[in-house]
Each structure stands twice: as C-alpha cells, then as structure tokens.
C-alpha cells in the first residue's frame, strides 16, 4: 500500500491483510458486543486466535485505512456499497473454484 499522508510510514504486508479478512470473517459469526472484545482478556470474551494473530492497536490502524470502494460512486440504497467489489471478485472467485456434481 502507498504511504498514508496521516501516517507518512504506513505500510502493510500481505500476512497482515490475511488476519485482517480473517478477523473480520470470524467476528461476523462469533458475535461479541464489540469487536474490541476479541481482544479482552476475560475468558467469556476473548477470542484467543485473534489476540495471538495481531495487536488491537494494529488491526484498527489497517482496517482504518483499507477501502475497496470509490466512496463518491457508492449507490444512495446499497448498504453494503463499500464492500460490493471485493464481495463480487470472491463470488466470481468462489463460482470457478466449486464445481458442483
């Protein structure tokens, strides 16, 4: 990723972009009250993957940071318009990938 103006020396790997998506596909079934909480230390509410994969710290400054959508071409009644390129290349993806019998 090119440097952030925010943050001149912002750069991202791609082992890090991977715990990223697989921190945001977990916590869309593993429901907690926040997200934050994958990062708790009370047995009840952590999510010991998580915290071991990447620091909070760090997970929020490259989610703060990644966009796969032009904000000023999102559709007014799309909620989920930001999301929409990268959901439709992993669909495209997963319909060559399974083939069914």
Not at 5 to 18: A, G, H
Not at 58 to 75: K, M, Y
Not at 86 to 94: A, R, T, V
């Amino acid at each position: 990723m090119p440097p952030n103006k925010d943050i001149p020396n912002f750069s991202v790997t791609v082992e890090e972009l991977r715990i990223v998506m697989g921190i945001l596909l977990i916590s869309g079934y593993h429901r907690l009250p926040s997200r934050n909480h994958c990062w708790s230390l009370k047995a009840d509410l952590m999510v010991d993957i998580v915290g071991r994969a990447i620091p909070r710290n760090r997970f929020d400054e490259i989610l703060r940071f990644l966009h796969v959508a032009n904000s000023q071409r999102l559709g007014p009644n799309d909620r989920m318009g930001k999301l929409r390129p990268m959901m439709d290349h992993l669909q495209d993806l997963f319909q060559k990938a399974y083939i069914p019998e």
